[in-house]
């Protein structure tokens, strides 16, 4: 029989990716910019960046607030999913990342959808108070800050919207009573928020596959 391995869950993510996601020359391009300039290798996968797009599809989401830009790869995933005269308001603290994901999301062809907001994202945030709500957030920044970033979803979404945290397996670090690591203590926060803040209501997948063993949570905002 296979066995559960790392390089078989590569293999079959990979699988699913071809059979499903394809390829795409903007996505391409925006993850080999990304890797030219020496970004970490932590954007989300080809099956996830287009699970976000299902999701934003399906929910109809025409205004999308990212948390956490990096190169853009997942900015363009949802980008294409608002459509026509929807918007993306992306967080990004890193100046560098930001010009990189600016140039890779304009030569995708979507880049009027696109406002990058440059700064750490406790600073930008309480800056979009006031304007019209978000139909989607996707957290997916410092796992330090995931209860802050929670919080302020749950401020600027409307009832009814979708909140997707990335990153919430973390190799099953998060069931760790004795971690120090503050990226797993900010995630099992934010999951332990998630199940007791009556502001939302929440699941979370484990997902194995390129990235490893992680995760994310998805939740609407009651
Ligand atoms: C890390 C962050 C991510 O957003 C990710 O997808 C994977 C890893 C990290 O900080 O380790
Ligand atoms: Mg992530």
Redesign the pocket.
């Known amino acids: 029989m296979t066995e559960p391995t790392v390089e078989n869950w590569r293999r079959a993510d990979e699988f699913l990716s071809d059979t499903l996601v394809g390829h795409d020359p903007a996505l391409d391009a925006a993850l080999a910019a990304q890797r030219a300039a020496g970004l970490?290798d932590?954007?989300?996968a080809p099956v996830s960046g287009k699970l976000l797009n299902l999701i934003a599809r399906i929910s109809g989401a025409r205004r999308v607030l990212e948390i956490?830009t990096?190169g853009g790869y997942s900015t363009i995933w949802l980008a294409r999913a608002v459509g026509e005269g929807g918007t993306v308001t992306t967080i990004e603290a890193e100046s560098g990342n930001a010009a990189i994901a600016r140039a890779s999301i304009d030569a995708a062809g979507i880049g009027d959808r696109v406002a990058i907001r440059i700064g750490r994202a406790a600073d930008v945030l309480p800056t979009l108070e006031g304007s019209e709500p978000f139909d989607l957030v996707f957290i997916?920044?410092?796992?330090e800050s995931n209860t802050i970033y929670l919080d302020w979803a749950a401020r600027l979404g409307r009832s009814g919207a979708v909140v997707i945290l990335?990153?919430i397996g973390?190799e099953g670090e998060i069931v760790r009573e004795d971690t120090t690591d503050p990226?797993v203590i900010g995630t099992r926060d934010a999951l332990r928020m998630l199940g007791e803040d009556s502001r939302f209501d929440a699941t979370a997948l484990q997902t194995v596959g390129i990235?490893g063993w992680?995760g994310i949570a998805i939740a609407v905002l009651t």
Do not use: S, W
């Open positions: 970490p932590i954007e989300v956490g990096l997916d920044a410092d796992k990335d990153n973390r990226r990235k992680d």
